[in-house]
Nanobody, 124 residues
Framework: QAHLVESGGGLVQAGGSLRLSCATSGRTRSTYAMGWFRQGSGLEREFVAAITWNDNATDYAGSVKGRFTISRDNAKNTVYLQMNNLKPEDTGVYYC?????????????????WGRGTQVTVSS
């Protein structure tokens, strides 16, 4: 069993920045990738970014590419999402997730473990 805890959310004005953290514990040795997803009010959950464990390859949704950066700190067992130039449409609950098996890193349903989420609100 792996445990994920997100932090770093909050209220920020448009154009501002936030850094989300996802602390992991438990059985994380067989991780293939970690991802960030978000869900706005009344909307479906959507992929934001992911990073693979073996080669640190990253992938981003088109709507955040160039503004968000996903990274990891092995020593701290933590994954980060640096979010710059935030827009009101970035508002939502942000979740981190862990995927054990290769492939389909943009598909939330194939991730094995999830955190409870952290709220990000961007005011205009």
């Amino acid at each position: 069993q792996a445990h994920l805890v997100e932090s770093g959310g909050g209220l920020v004005q448009a154009g501002g920045s936030l850094r989300l953290s996802c602390a992991t514990s438990g059985r994380t040795r067989s991780t293939y990738a970690m991802g960030w997803f978000r869900q706005g009010s009344g909307l479906e959950r959507e992929f934001v970014a992911a990073i693979t464990w073996n080669d640190n390859a990253t992938d981003y949704a088109g709507s955040v590419k160039g503004r968000f950066t996903i990274s990891r700190d092995n020593a701290k067992n933590t994954v980060y999402l640096q979010m710059n130039n935030l827009k009101p449409e970035d508002t939502g609950v942000y979740y981190c997730a862990l995927k054990r098996f290769e492939g389909m890193i943009r598909i939330g349903t194939v991730y094995n473990y999830w955190g409870r989420g952290t709220q990000v609100t961007v005011s205009s």
